[in-house]
T-cell receptor, first 112, second 111 residues
Framework: AQSVTQLDSQVPVFEEAPVELRCNYS??????LFWYVQYPNQGLQLLLK??????LVKGINGFEAEFNKSQTSFHLRKPSVHISDTAEYFC??????????FGTGTSLTVIP | NAGVTQTPKFQVLKTGQSMTLQCAQD?????MSWYRQDPGMGLRLIHY???????DQGEVPNGYNVSRSTTEDFPLRLLSAAPSQTSVYFC??????????FGPGTRLTVL
Protein backbone atom coordinates (compact mmCIF):
# COMPACT_ATOMS: atom_id res chain seq x y z
CA ALA A 1 0.00 0.00 0.00
CA GLN A 2 1.05 3.56 -0.57
CA SER A 3 1.25 6.27 2.03
CA VAL A 4 2.26 9.89 2.05
CA THR A 5 3.73 11.74 5.00
CA GLN A 6 3.86 15.50 5.23
CA LEU A 7 6.13 16.19 8.14
CA ASP A 8 5.01 19.72 8.92
CA SER A 9 1.38 20.52 9.61
CA GLN A 10 1.99 24.27 9.77
CA VAL A 11 4.74 26.39 8.25
CA PRO A 12 4.90 30.12 8.97
CA VAL A 13 7.31 32.11 6.82
CA PHE A 14 7.98 35.77 6.23
CA GLU A 15 7.14 37.33 2.89
CA GLU A 16 9.95 37.07 0.30
CA ALA A 17 11.70 34.34 2.31
CA PRO A 18 12.28 30.86 0.83
CA VAL A 19 10.15 27.92 1.88
CA GLU A 20 10.35 24.15 1.70
CA LEU A 21 7.37 21.89 2.37
CA ARG A 22 8.39 18.31 3.00
CA CYS A 23 6.79 15.17 1.63
CA ASN A 24 7.87 11.56 1.93
CA TYR A 25 6.13 8.59 0.39
CA SER A 26 6.28 4.86 0.77
CA UNK A 27 5.73 2.59 -2.14
CA UNK A 28 7.21 -0.59 -3.49
CA UNK A 29 6.32 0.25 -7.06
CA UNK A 30 6.76 3.17 -9.39
CA UNK A 31 4.50 6.05 -8.61
CA UNK A 32 3.41 9.38 -9.90
CA LEU A 33 3.78 12.24 -7.42
CA PHE A 34 1.80 15.45 -7.14
CA TRP A 35 1.51 18.66 -5.19
CA TYR A 36 -1.88 20.35 -4.92
CA VAL A 37 -2.79 23.71 -3.41
CA GLN A 38 -6.07 24.56 -1.72
CA TYR A 39 -6.99 28.18 -1.10
CA PRO A 40 -9.58 28.90 1.60
CA ASN A 41 -13.04 27.58 0.80
CA GLN A 42 -11.97 26.27 -2.59
CA GLY A 43 -11.21 22.94 -4.20
CA LEU A 44 -7.74 21.63 -4.96
CA GLN A 45 -5.59 22.89 -7.84
CA LEU A 46 -2.65 21.04 -9.30
CA LEU A 47 0.67 22.79 -8.64
CA LEU A 48 3.00 20.31 -10.29
CA LYS A 49 3.52 16.62 -10.94
CA UNK A 50 6.32 14.15 -11.40
CA UNK A 51 5.65 11.36 -13.87
CA UNK A 52 9.12 10.45 -15.15
CA UNK A 53 12.27 12.04 -16.54
CA UNK A 54 13.95 15.00 -14.89
CA UNK A 55 13.79 14.84 -11.13
CA LEU A 56 13.36 18.60 -10.82
CA VAL A 57 9.83 19.57 -11.67
CA LYS A 58 8.65 23.13 -12.14
CA GLY A 59 5.07 24.10 -11.51
CA ILE A 60 2.83 27.12 -11.45
CA ASN A 61 3.32 30.23 -9.32
CA GLY A 62 7.09 29.75 -9.10
CA PHE A 63 6.98 26.47 -7.18
CA GLU A 64 9.25 23.54 -7.91
CA ALA A 65 9.78 20.10 -6.44
CA GLU A 66 12.54 17.54 -6.55
CA PHE A 67 11.92 13.83 -6.74
CA ASN A 68 14.49 11.87 -4.75
CA LYS A 69 14.00 8.15 -5.21
CA SER A 70 16.67 7.06 -2.73
CA GLN A 71 15.12 9.16 0.02
CA THR A 72 11.55 8.59 -1.21
CA SER A 73 10.91 12.31 -0.99
CA PHE A 74 9.22 14.94 -3.10
CA HIS A 75 9.77 18.24 -1.32
CA LEU A 76 8.16 21.43 -2.57
CA ARG A 77 10.16 24.66 -2.71
CA LYS A 78 9.77 28.29 -3.59
CA PRO A 79 12.68 30.77 -3.40
CA SER A 80 10.55 33.79 -2.45
CA VAL A 81 7.00 33.54 -1.15
CA HIS A 82 4.20 36.06 -1.46
CA ILE A 83 1.20 36.76 0.72
CA SER A 84 -0.95 35.13 -1.94
CA ASP A 85 0.84 31.80 -1.36
CA THR A 86 -0.94 31.42 1.97
CA ALA A 87 -2.89 28.19 1.53
CA GLU A 88 -3.01 24.49 2.35
CA TYR A 89 -0.64 22.28 0.36
CA PHE A 90 -1.15 18.58 -0.22
CA CYS A 91 1.30 16.01 -1.48
CA UNK A 92 -0.23 13.00 -3.24
CA UNK A 93 0.82 9.76 -4.88
CA UNK A 94 -0.92 7.47 -7.33
CA UNK A 95 0.21 3.98 -8.21
CA UNK A 96 -0.53 1.66 -11.10
CA UNK A 97 -4.11 1.46 -9.94
CA UNK A 98 -6.26 4.54 -9.96
CA UNK A 99 -6.25 5.52 -6.32
CA UNK A 100 -4.76 8.76 -5.11
CA UNK A 101 -3.28 8.85 -1.63
CA PHE A 102 -3.01 12.29 -0.09
CA GLY A 103 -0.90 13.53 2.77
CA THR A 104 -2.50 15.28 5.70
CA GLY A 105 -1.58 18.69 4.35
CA THR A 106 0.72 21.57 5.29
CA SER A 107 -0.75 24.93 6.11
CA LEU A 108 1.56 27.63 4.76
CA THR A 109 1.11 31.07 6.30
CA VAL A 110 3.05 33.95 4.78
CA ILE A 111 3.66 36.73 7.27
CA PRO A 112 3.92 40.31 5.97
CA ASN B 1 -16.50 24.08 -20.00
CA ALA B 2 -17.95 24.26 -16.51
CA GLY B 3 -15.44 21.64 -15.35
CA VAL B 4 -16.53 19.72 -12.26
CA THR B 5 -19.64 20.97 -10.52
CA GLN B 6 -21.02 19.91 -7.16
CA THR B 7 -24.37 20.56 -5.53
CA PRO B 8 -25.30 21.57 -2.94
CA LYS B 9 -22.50 23.76 -1.56
CA PHE B 10 -23.77 23.46 2.00
CA GLN B 11 -26.10 20.97 3.66
CA VAL B 12 -27.27 20.31 7.20
CA LEU B 13 -28.84 16.94 7.99
CA LYS B 14 -30.23 15.27 11.06
CA THR B 15 -28.92 11.89 12.10
CA GLY B 16 -30.65 9.16 10.11
CA GLN B 17 -31.65 11.31 7.17
CA SER B 18 -30.61 10.40 3.67
CA MET B 19 -29.37 12.58 0.88
CA THR B 20 -27.47 12.56 -2.39
CA LEU B 21 -24.50 14.76 -3.19
CA GLN B 22 -24.41 15.55 -6.87
CA CYS B 23 -21.31 15.67 -9.05
CA ALA B 24 -21.14 16.35 -12.76
CA GLN B 25 -18.36 16.96 -15.25
CA ASP B 26 -18.51 18.12 -18.85
CA UNK B 27 -15.01 17.08 -19.93
CA UNK B 28 -15.94 13.53 -20.97
CA UNK B 29 -13.56 12.13 -18.36
CA UNK B 30 -13.62 8.42 -17.64
CA UNK B 31 -12.33 8.57 -14.09
CA MET B 32 -14.36 10.13 -11.28
CA SER B 33 -13.79 10.01 -7.55
CA TRP B 34 -15.28 11.13 -4.26
CA TYR B 35 -13.15 12.27 -1.34
CA ARG B 36 -13.86 13.54 2.12
CA GLN B 37 -11.64 16.10 3.79
CA ASP B 38 -11.36 16.24 7.56
CA PRO B 39 -9.05 18.41 9.67
CA GLY B 40 -5.62 16.84 10.12
CA MET B 41 -6.46 13.89 7.89
CA GLY B 42 -6.08 15.26 4.38
CA LEU B 43 -8.29 13.83 1.67
CA ARG B 44 -9.46 10.27 1.85
CA LEU B 45 -10.91 8.39 -1.09
CA ILE B 46 -14.49 7.16 -0.57
CA HIS B 47 -15.41 5.62 -3.93
CA TYR B 48 -14.22 5.92 -7.47
CA UNK B 49 -15.27 4.98 -10.98
CA UNK B 50 -13.22 4.18 -14.06
CA UNK B 51 -16.16 4.53 -16.43
CA UNK B 52 -19.92 4.34 -16.76
CA UNK B 53 -21.25 1.29 -14.99
CA UNK B 54 -18.03 0.63 -13.09
CA UNK B 55 -17.42 1.69 -9.49
CA ASP B 56 -15.11 0.55 -6.74
CA GLN B 57 -14.44 1.26 -3.10
CA GLY B 58 -11.74 3.53 -1.85
CA GLU B 59 -10.22 3.92 1.58
CA VAL B 60 -13.37 4.88 3.56
CA PRO B 61 -16.46 3.54 1.75
CA ASN B 62 -18.66 2.58 4.69
CA GLY B 63 -21.92 4.52 4.89
CA TYR B 64 -21.75 5.69 1.28
CA ASN B 65 -23.12 4.37 -2.00
CA VAL B 66 -22.33 5.42 -5.55
CA SER B 67 -23.48 4.62 -9.06
CA ARG B 68 -22.28 5.72 -12.48
CA SER B 69 -25.03 5.44 -15.06
CA THR B 70 -23.55 8.11 -17.34
CA THR B 71 -20.06 9.41 -18.03
CA GLU B 72 -21.04 12.88 -16.79
CA ASP B 73 -22.60 12.14 -13.39
CA PHE B 74 -21.30 10.46 -10.26
CA PRO B 75 -23.69 10.95 -7.30
CA LEU B 76 -22.75 10.03 -3.74
CA ARG B 77 -25.53 8.75 -1.51
CA LEU B 78 -25.72 8.79 2.26
CA LEU B 79 -28.46 6.33 3.21
CA SER B 80 -28.55 7.11 6.94
CA ALA B 81 -26.42 10.08 7.90
CA ALA B 82 -24.29 9.96 11.03
CA PRO B 83 -22.41 12.77 12.83
CA SER B 84 -19.15 11.05 11.82
CA GLN B 85 -20.00 11.94 8.22
CA THR B 86 -19.74 15.65 8.94
CA SER B 87 -17.04 16.70 6.51
CA VAL B 88 -16.23 18.53 3.31
CA TYR B 89 -16.79 16.34 0.26
CA PHE B 90 -14.90 16.78 -2.99
CA CYS B 91 -15.61 15.21 -6.33
CA UNK B 92 -12.83 14.89 -8.91
CA UNK B 93 -12.54 13.74 -12.49
CA UNK B 94 -9.68 12.89 -14.82
CA UNK B 95 -9.11 11.44 -18.24
CA UNK B 96 -5.97 9.66 -17.13
CA UNK B 97 -4.26 9.21 -13.82
CA UNK B 98 -1.93 12.11 -14.24
CA UNK B 99 -4.20 15.04 -13.50
CA UNK B 100 -7.39 15.34 -11.51
CA UNK B 101 -9.83 18.23 -11.67
CA PHE B 102 -11.59 18.96 -8.40
CA GLY B 103 -15.01 20.41 -7.79
CA PRO B 104 -15.57 23.26 -5.31
CA GLY B 105 -16.76 20.94 -2.55
CA THR B 106 -19.87 20.32 -0.46
CA ARG B 107 -19.78 21.16 3.23
CA LEU B 108 -21.99 18.69 5.09
CA THR B 109 -22.99 18.91 8.74
CA VAL B 110 -24.85 16.05 10.41
CA LEU B 111 -26.48 16.94 13.72
Amino acid sequence: AQSVTQLDSQVPVFEEAPVELRCNYSSSVSVYLFWYVQYPNQGLQLLLKYLSGSTLVKGINGFEAEFNKSQTSFHLRKPSVHISDTAEYFCAVINTGNQFYFGTGTSLTVIP
Amino acid sequence: NAGVTQTPKFQVLKTGQSMTLQCAQDMNHEYMSWYRQDPGMGLRLIHYSVGAGITDQGEVPNGYNVSRSTTEDFPLRLLSAAPSQTSVYFCASSQDRRKQYFGPGTRLTVL
